[in-house]
């Protein structure tokens, strides 16, 4: 069974520009997940989908937005990049409720210089 | 305010030696806990994780973890730790109805050959 995938790998912005994140779940799992994992900040959750909706977001600017599309993918989008937004960002998916056990993807190293 | 803590951001152990890993959080009467591992360049894999009944929980890789409601702690041990557990390892805490599951900060664990 195919785990969850993210897509880049890698990705080099420069400040301003937008950067598009996106993930593949398992199959079956309805809900995807998006944490920032930036150096010594352990993971921050930024965003929740599940069933095509946004179920909740973490405390981050509106710049970060995502969506989930009919076959459950999910894409991540942030805008007016930032210095700071420099992290590994992070796809996990799970059943349909958070407490389920998330299963992550190997993430998107997001450079912005 | 629902948080989880992990003391330790560094540990150095000596292969072969015992490993115990701490974790405390501050949530509500039923908590849903998770130990993961980051190895360097991947995502996150859960080692184990306590929804309730016994609890002291088995996982992969020849970790367990104690839920201890009294302290609030999950901590995380190993008998006997190899060069290949050199890793980060999260907690995470989670409950029914939530609508987000928190991650510590992490504990880098350091083998010493």
């Known amino acids: 069974e195919a785990g969850v995938t993210q897509s880049p790998t890698h990705l080099i912005k420069t400040r301003g520009q937008q950067a598009t994140l996106r993930c593949s779940p398992i199959?079956?799992?309805?809900?995807v997940y998006w944490y920032q994992q930036a150096l010594g900040l352990g993971l921050q959750f930024l965003l929740w989908?599940?069933?095509?909706?946004?179920?909740n977001r973490g405390n981050f600017p509106p710049r970060f937005s995502g969506r989930q599309f009919p076959n459950y993918s999910s894409e991540l989008n942030v805008n007016a990049l930032e210095l700071e937004d420099s992290a590994l960002y992070l796809c996990?998916?799970?059943?349909?409720?958070?407490?389920?056990?998330?299963?992550f993807g190997p993430g998107t190293r997001l450079l912005v210089l | 305010a629902q948080s989880v803590t992990q003391p330790d951001i560094h540990i150095t152990v000596s292969e072969g030696a015992s490993l115990e890993l701490r974790c405390n959080y501050s949530?509500?009467?039923?908590?849903?806990l998770f130990w993961y591992v980051q190895s360097p360049g991947q995502g996150l894999q859960l080692l184990l994780k306590y929804f309730s009944g016994d609890t002291l929980v088995q996982g992969i890789k020849g970790f367990e973890a104690e839920f201890k409601r009294s302290q609030s702690s999950f901590n995380l041990r190993k008998p006997s730790v190899h060069w290949s557990d050199a890793a980060e390892y999260f907690c995470a805490v989670g409950e029914v109805y939530a609508d987000k599951i928190i991650f510590g900060k992490g504990t880098r664990l350091h083998i010493l050959p």
């Open positions: 996990a998916s799970s059943l349909s409720e958070v407490w389920e056990t998330q299963y």
């Open positions: 199959s079956g799992h309805t809900s």
């Open positions: 989908y599940d069933e095509g909706e946004e179920r």
């Open positions: 949530y509500g009467a039923t908590p849903y």
